[in-house]
């Protein structure tokens, strides 16, 4: 089938669905995938989307943690199934960063820490960048999601409690988060995935506020202090946006911090004439360099691959079969606990 054959049997198949039919894709999502989307958006907003949605069916372009977030959302009252459901086009299409924090490993890490906070009570808060039993883990001690969008204002709600925070898989939007809250690094200690305990020690988790698991987007990780000076030399005068994804070095050279949707509106809202250095995924850089102006350019251009991997023939191919294998399926049992961490979130 050629491409436009593709496209009208998408065009003809969405029609027949009307309303009952959703499709949401991420930023980072291939422009060819994004025309073919009723909304576009972030985690967060996608988030929203798919606790609003009443369609019967959503076909969430994006990576897995996030068509598992869109099902964990539409479940009935009791956690069960109710004649919704979701599908990912690219069921392979994972995240490595929310493959780095399993339930398993969390629930011992946070057993673990919670012997040794007695001084002040132990929250956990998982980026929304995680998998379903991590954030069932996290719903069922208390915590919240977050999303780069708003993880400020989860950190801040549960430090004003009074609480520790044990963040995961993330570290490096944490990092971020406690420096623009104005703590000191020494507020934040790691949590070593691979060592015993974490490699803490009770005086170094009670000398801290937050224990950051030792994950990371490897997209916004791999920015380097020599990629902001190479940039900075080939376009003088123009403003590094940097998402709090990446590390605290990089991050704290740019002229903004903020989420994708803060990049693209500070963005919207430029003069034409400014220029801007965009430290994220490429899908999304291009399509806002695309525009004549202002002057969009990429940090260092580099894909998600998980992103990348939907394409037009696997929406036509869902649309067509509505094969198994691309229906998103949380287990039943860990549905109630991730939804209470996620509306926490939502609530906040
Ligand atoms: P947001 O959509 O929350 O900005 O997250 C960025 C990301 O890496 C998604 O995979
Ligand atoms: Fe995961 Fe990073 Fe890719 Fe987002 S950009 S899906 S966080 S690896």
């Not at 974490?198 to 916004?220: F, M, N, T, Y």
């Not at 430029?270 to 004549?292: D, S």
């Amino acid at each position: 089938m050629n491409n436009l054959a593709v496209r009208e049997a998408i065009e003809r198949l969405r029609e027949s669905w009307g309303d009952r039919l959703l499709i949401l894709g991420h930023h980072y999502q291939d422009s060819e995938v994004v025309a073919y989307c009723d909304a576009v958006g972030d985690s967060l907003e996608l988030s929203r989307l798919a606790a609003a949605s009443k369609a019967e069916r959503i076909i969430f372009c994006g990576v897995r943690f996030m068509a598992e977030t869109a099902d964990i959302l539409i479940r009935d009252e009791k956690g069960l199934p109710c004649g919704r459901s979701v599908w990912q086009p690219a069921p392979d299409a994972g995240c490595p960063m929310a493959d780095m924090a399993d339930g398993e490993s969390l629930e011992a890490a946070w057993q673990y820490l919670a012997t040794l906070c007695d001084d002040r009570p132990l929250t956990p808060i998982v980026y929304v960048n995680s998998n379903a039993e991590v954030k069932a883990v996290c719903g069922k001690h208390g915590g919240s999601a977050c999303t780069s969008g708003n993880g400020l204002r989860v950190v801040k709600h549960f430090l004003s409690l009074g609480h520790r925070i044990l963040f995961a898989p993330d570290q490096h939007l944490c990092t971020n988060i406690m420096r623009e809250l104005g703590y000191p690094p020494e507020a934040v200690a790691t949590w070593h995935r691979k060592l015993p305990n974490g490699g803490l020690s009770k005086e170094q988790v009670q000398a801290a506020r937050l224990i950051a698991w030792d994950g990371c987007c490897p997209i916004h990780a791999s920015y380097t202090v020599d990629d902001v000076a190479t940039a900075r030399a080939t376009y003088p005068g123009a403003e590094l946006l940097s998402p709090p994804e990446a590390p605290a070095a990089v991050a704290s050279l740019a002229d903004q911090t903020g989420s994708t949707k803060g990049i693209i509106e500070t963005i919207a809202r430029a003069e034409p004439n400014q220029t801007f250095i965009v430290g994220t995924e490429e899908h999304l850089v291009r399509r806002l360099a695309n525009r004549k102006e202002p002057k969009v350019v990429s940090l260092r251009p580099i894909i998600c691959e998980d992103m990348g991997l939907t394409t037009l023939e696997q929406i036509l191919n869902v649309l067509q079969n509505w094969d198994e294998a691309c229906c998103v399926k949380v287990k039943d049992e860990l549905v109630l606990d991730a939804r209470a961490c996620v509306e926490r979130m939502l609530a906040l």
